[in-house]
């Protein structure tokens, strides 16, 4: 074995959707190239779209993910609803933006407790950590339930929900059904603000972020189902307007997507959308927010967990809000007649900005379909900081920078819609 190099290996990494490897390569001490390859399988949900109804992206596009079911839907009927010419009634989008709110509690609560938090607590999963943290453990399950059970209670089902069609809903709930459902968040608050304190006396290694960042903004709201695309440098654009700003493009190493804004890596997700919004952040929120030492922008992806429990804090906060306003609506849809056209639609996935775009044609069906998730958009971001991670602990160990690099890779990845993934890093030192 040539002494010059060094190889590191992880078999199996439980905690990151995606199968992957990362290779680096230092060059006379100093680090030459830093190559991210992710093995995502082919969805070929935008290939066996075409030729659908028009009526079924919110349905089918559901299954892209399990986590989280109800971004896709929200953005497969806002663009939709866009080539349609059709806008949805208030109390219907306010009914809408309260689902959504179930699908993050859901999904930050299972990344913060299950995903991230064993690695600032020096285990290697839940299920040691749950030996010495019973208690904090259950009290995110319990957490995580109140997030499905909202799902549940206006989707039909967490998983895939059901009752979502395109111009609202199927059925639509009483003033009266809603009663349980408030006790619970009513008391789920009290349990997330706890998970704030909890996470921000983590420690969290260095590291500043220099990406130009890409989130959604909704008029005085902290965006989630809709809203105008907005960037930290440079002006604002339209949903219509997402083509001619963000590319994705194939890199020779790896099959997943690279995506670029205007020619150069950008990051969405948790910290753009705190950084961008954290000034429409709700009462409660924003005050558990500083509480945690969060400035009105954050960009260490380590302290991301901090902002996702700050997120669980605003949603359960703006779910209260909408079912102490909620007016049953007098139709639990508007009719979406179909209408050749293209239409964009995008929403705030727990993990980011979430961009979909369909053609229908005369006949109603549609002719070309195309998803950009959030992970394809950070692939680059997530790239570059590993490089930078790694330029500055070149003096750590083969165990401690490969885990780091572990830890990093979580932050920015929590989805576990597979559940066995691996990451191999290999070093080659020269």
Not at 156 to 178: K, Q
Request: proline letters at 6%; hydrophobic letters at 40%; one cysteine or more.
């Amino acid at each position: 074995m040539n002494p010059s190099t060094r190889t590191l290996s992880v078999g199996t990494l439980t905690r990151v959707e995606g199968e992957g490897a990362l290779h680096v390569t230092l060059k006379d001490g100093a680090l030459e190239s830093v190559e991210l390859n992710i093995y995502e399988p082919p969805r070929f949900f935008e290939a066996f779209l075409r030729g659908r109804a028009y009526t079924e992206p919110p349905d089918l596009t559901a299954r892209v993910c399990g986590i989280c079911p109800v971004a896709y839907q929200v953005s497969a009927c806002n663009a939709i609803e866009d080539a349609c010419g059709v806008e949805v009634d208030d109390d219907v989008a306010a009914l809408r933006r309260l689902l959504y709110c179930g699908e993050w509690i859901n999904s930050h609560v299972l990344h913060i407790y299950l995903l991230h938090a064993p690695d600032f607590l020096g285990y290697s999963d839940i299920v040691g950590m749950a030996r010495d943290h019973a208690a904090v453990v259950e009290r995110g399950l319990a957490l995580k339930k109140v997030g499905n059970q909202l799902m549940e209670f206006v989707g039909g089902r967490a998983i895939h929900p059901i009752n979502v069609r395109l111009g609202g809903f199927y059925s639509v709930p009483t003033r009266m059904d809603f009663k349980p459902v408030a006790e619970q968040l009513r008391r789920a608050l009290d349990s997330a603000l706890a998970t704030v304190e909890w996470v921000s006396g983590f420690e969290f290694p260095d590291l500043e972020l220099d990406h130009e960042l890409l989130a959604l903004t909704a008029s005085g709201r902290y965006p989630i189902e809709n809203g105008e695309i907005t960037r930290s440098a440079g002006s604002s654009f339209p949903v219509a307007d997402f083509p001619g700003h963000v590319a994705e493009s194939q890199v020779p190493y790896s099959t997943a997507l690279h995506a670029t804004l205007d020619g150069g890596r950008y990051l969405t997700g948790p910290l753009a959308r705190f950084s961008l919004n954290s000034s429409a952040l709700s009462p409660i929120a924003a005050q558990s927010a500083a509480n945690a030492g969060l400035a009105s922008e954050c960009r260490n992806p380590f302290r991301s967990i901090i902002v996702r429990a700050v997120e669980v804090v605003y949603a359960i906060e703006e779910a209260l809000r909408i079912i102490a306003e909620y007016q049953r609506p007098s139709r639990p849809f508007v009719e979406v007649p179909a209408r050749a056209g293209v239409g964009h639609g995008v929403s705030e996935a727990p993990r980011g900005l979430l961009y979909h775009r369909y053609r229908i044609g005369e006949d109603g069906l549609v002719s070309a379909a195309t998803i950009i998730p959030p992970t394809s958009q950070n692939q680059a971001a997530i790239e570059a900081d590993l490089a930078r991670l790694v330029s500055d602990n070149l003096a750590l160990d083969d165990a401690a920078l490969t885990a780091m690099c572990e830890r990093l890779i979580r932050s920015y990845d929590p989805c576990i819609s597979c559940s066995a993934h691996f990451l191999t890093l290999t070093v080659h030192r020269e």
